[in-house]
C-alpha cells in the first residue's frame, strides 16, 4: 500500500504528470517491525568464541572484525565475547588456496586442470558459548553457503 505525498498531489492537481513506479511512503507492518527487530537482537547477542592457533608462522595473531565501524579483535587462543554480528562476519572469512600439480619431468604448457583450490576458514574458530538455542542452527547455515 503506498500514499503519495501532499507534494506530488499538489503537482497532479496543476496538471503535472507525475511518472513514479515507486511509492513515496511505504508503511510497514507491526509484523514486520517486531521481526526486524527479533532480527536485530538476535543479532546483538553475546557469543564466546575462540580462534585456533595456527602453524603458519606468517599468520596474524588475532583477527579484526569490523561491522559497521564496531571493530573486535579476537586473538588467538582466547576465549572472547563477542556480539553474534561478529561471529556471522568470522564465519564468512573464507578463502581458497591453490596447489598446482605437475607430474614429474613435465615441460609445457600449464593448464587449469592442473589446479586444485581448497576452501577453508580464515581463521578457524570454535564456539564457546551461545545461550540462545537457535544459534547453532544459524551458525551451521552461514557455514554452510559457498565461498
Known amino acids: 500500500m503506498s500514499k503519495k505525498s501532499t507534494h506530488i498531489e499538489g503537482l497532479i492537481e496543476q496538471g503535472v504528470q507525475v511518472i513514479d513506479d515507486q511509492p513515496d511512503i511505504q508503511l510497514v507492518s507491526e509484523t514486520d517491525l517486531g521481526k526486524l527487530a527479533a532480527d536485530e537482537k538476535f543479532m546483538h547477542e553475546d ?87 537457535k544459534g547453532g542452527a544459524w551458525l551451521a547455515n552461514i557455514m554452510a553457503e559457498p565461498a
Open 47 to 133: 557469543v564466546t568464541v575462540v580462534i585456533m592457533a595456527t602453524t603458519d608462522a606468517n599468520a596474524a595473531p588475532y583477527a579484526s572484525i569490523n561491522v559497521n565501524g564496531d571493530m573486535k579483535i579476537i586473538h588467538r587462543n582466547v576465549p572472547t565475547k563477542v556480539k553474534r554480528k561478529h561471529i556471522e562476519v568470522l564465519a564468512r572469512m573464507k578463502e581458497t588456496r591453490w596447489l598446482q600439480s605437475v607430474p614429474d619431468g613435465y615441460i609445457g604448457q600449464i593448464d587449469m586442470g592442473s589446479l586444485r583450490g581448497h576452501t577453508g576458514l580464515a581463521y578457524p574458530f570454535t564456539v564457546i558459548e551461545d545461550k540462545n538455542p
